[in-house]
């Protein structure tokens, strides 16, 4: 049972807030993902642009993975309370579960277009390999892009199933 400063309800808007920033936050890795796919999109990969998506995409990533956590704490945390209360409160958990369908919608288009950047990304390093065309592309450009590629597969919705 709850015991802390914040009543149920208190938990459920700091939910919803965290849910309301997970999907801004999401949004500029979706933004970052559009202009990595437009750097490549280039005869010559514009790898300032595709870098800077990157390093903005890592730190949103980053942040996502913060939060991620903390609303993983909380759920748990409310566990019970969502089961005996969620009656009491089903418009605020039907809001949650909205917003937890616009976040794992989106996050699904952002995994859409990575593994679309990643093919595109793979063909042109082989056509590199190959010397079938000219372009700039350095190898650690493309470490690096899997590696904030990784880091954005690590992050995992949360569902709310709750029967009420």
């Known amino acids: ?14 939910m919803q807030d965290v849910l309301v920033r997970k999907k801004k936050v999401l949004t500029g890795i979706y ?10 999109a280039k005869e010559s990969i514009d790898e300032k642009t595709f870098n ?17 956590e903390g609303f993983q704490k909380l759920f748990d945390k409310i566990s019970q309370d969502i089961r005996e209360k969620g009656k009491e409160h089903a418009d605020a958990i039907r809001r949650l579960q909205a917003l937890i369908q616009e976040i794992t919608d989106l996050s ?9 950047n990643k093919s595109t ?8 390999r190959k010397g079938k065309k000219s372009f700039k592309v350095s190898r650690q450009t493309a ?11 690590a992050v995992t919705p949360v569902f709310l199933d709750e029967k009420h």
């Open 52 to 68: 800077d998506a990157i390093d903005n995409k890592t730190k949103l990533i980053d942040e996502l993975t913060e939060m991620d």
């Open 108 to 116: 699904v288009t952002v995994s859409a277009l990575e593994k679309k």
């Open 143 to 153: 470490d690096k892009y899997y590696k904030s590629m990784n880091g954005l597969n």
């Open 121 to 128: 990304l793979d063909k042109r390093i082989e056509e590199l």
């Open 31 to 40: 933004e970052a993902t559009k202009a990595q796919e437009d750097a490549l």
């Open 1 to 14: 049972m709850m015991e802390d400063r914040l009543d149920f309800g208190g938990y459920l808007r700091v």
